[in-house]
Nanobody
Framework: QVQLMESGGGLVQPGGSLRLSCTAS????????MAWYRQAPGKQRELVAS???????GYADSVKGRFTVSRDDAKNTAYLQMNNLKPEDTAIYLC???????????????WGQGTQVTVSS
């Protein structure tokens, strides 16, 4: 069973930086893309950043220029570097991977437990 675990969250002042990590129990990011989502109080879970198996990245408009997603296949780990953090970035950040498990396209969605990011003075 694939397990994802996020780490790196915490309390930071506005303008500060954090780097989140998402480690998988086995190598899945090499063949599959992954994404970072966040869920803030009173809001739906939203896509923050993604990276494909080929390394292409995408970002929500609200974080473009501030966040960077990357991965290290040797470590089975993906990262989300967050710079110039704003109070509105406060949320639980979750790692997601959709793993295709059959030629027909069947897939399994994997989610981490989430890590809390709080941006406050």
């Amino acid at each position: 069973q694939v397990q994802l675990m996020e780490s790196g969250g915490g309390l930071v002042q506005p303008g500060g930086s954090l780097r989140l990590s998402c480690t998988a129990s086995r190598n899945i990011f090499r063949r599959n893309g992954m994404a970072w989502y966040r869920q803030a109080p009173g809001k739906q879970r939203e896509l923050v950043a993604s990276i494909t198996s080929g390394g292409s990245t995408g970002y929500a408009d609200s974080v473009k220029g501030r966040f960077t997603v990357s991965r290290d296949d040797a470590k089975n780990t993906a990262y989300l570097q967050m710079n110039n953090l704003k109070p509105e970035d406060t949320a639980i950040y979750l790692c997601h991977a959709k793993v295709v498990v059959s030629v027909e396209g069947a897939a399994v969605n994997h989610w981490g437990q989430g890590t809390q990011v709080t941006v406050s003075s």
